[in-house]
């Protein structure tokens, strides 16, 4: 049997598809599965036990005509069996008409042999949106993912011994869902242990920020890949992020992890869920106050 796959972005939902990537997995055991993203997610994907196969041309711009043509050509020449579409967006949904009619398609494309037809699906959690698009396609059985295989090499950090993980960035065009570096420079005075920040190079300016006022700090951002962040999870006392993907990784290694939200975001939609995750919201999240964080911390912890 053939399966297709499709999640195309972005890092956080990326990392919340670990479950309903294992629950394919375990329903089709000796399927060949196929996942169609994009280039950030494809290395990442490869290192993961659940496909066989990764494509990375999932997100042709439009009117790049010939690489739509060629993802078109790629996807009817594929013969699948059945496609879950865990995107369900716009875009993934035209991919029914690349990969032909006669495939099983779950998901929210018109036409789908098993569709998601929940009015509600836009209302609640995407943890239960997928388990439940899932459940209609026959899948009863949600092993927790195994991500013993998820590690890095971090030698070449020279980690202290202990240490928690920073996450200040966020969509740079959503600059209200950022917690102040201030903030979580005020928020690492506050504890024992050394603050290690994680981000993309746009955090530089945030990480630089608070190493100023707190010495102890350790700046990472623009230095570490997919599969670092989750050996730095693997390894910290716990983690501190805004609602970014890196957060959401973190949190999906198990991490006890602590998510802020302010109104730009609504963690009831795509809070880290799990054990050791836990979050705060406040409107607006610049006003948060960092003992209420550090309270959160330990009681997470």
């Known amino acids: 049997m053939r399966v297709l796959v499709i999640k195309l972005a972005a890092l956080g939902d ?3 598809a670990f479950g309903p990537f294992a629950a394919i997995r375990a329903h089709h055991p000796g399927a060949r599965i196929t996942l169609l993203t994009t280039g950030p997610y494809a290395p990442l994907a490869r290192m993961a036990p ?20 060629r993802l ?19 875009r993934s949904s035209r991919y029914r008409w690349f990969v032909g009619r006669g495939a099983e398609w ?5 036409g789908a042999s098993h569709p998601h037809a929940n009015p509600s699906r836009d209302f609640i959690h995407t943890l239960e949106r997928q388990r439940e698009q899932l459940e209609v396609a026959g899948i009863a059985h949600f092993p927790d993912p195994d991500l013993s295989w998820l590690d890095a090499d971090l030698s070449r950090f020279a ?4 240490f928690w993980l920073a996450v200040p960035g966020a969509s740079p065009g959503r600059p209200l869902k950022r917690w102040p570096e201030t903030r979580f420079a005020a928020l690492a005075a506050l504890q024992s242990l050394p603050c290690v920040i994680i981000g993309g190079p746009a955090e530089v ?9 707190e010495p102890r700090t350790l700046d990472l951002t623009g230095r570490t890949a997919l599969p670092d962040i989750a050996g730095l999870a693997r390894r910290a006392a716990f983690c501190v992020g805004n609602d970014t993907g890196p957060t959401h990784l973190v949190a999906a290694c198990g991490c006890p992890t602590l998510a802020l939200f302010g109104a730009e975001s609504d963690p009831a939609l795509c809070a880290p869920r799990g054990r050791r995750a836990g979050f705060l919201r406040h409107v607006p999240l610049a006003g948060l106050d960092p003992a209420e964080v550090d309270a959160a911390i330990a009681r997470l912890t």
């Open 72 to 90: 078109a050509r790629r996807l009817r020449a594929a013969r699948f069996d059945r496609v879950y579409d865990l995107q369900t967006s716009a």
């Open 14 to 16: 990326f990392a919340q």
């Open 159 to 162: 980690l202290p011994g202990q």
């Open 205 to 213: 300016p945030l990480a630089a920020a608070v190493a100023a006022a």
């Open 106 to 110: 779950s998901g929210i494309a018109r």
């Open 50 to 69: 659940w496909f066989d196969e990764v494509w990375e041309d999932g997100r042709p711009d439009w009117t790049d005509i010939p690489a739509v043509l």
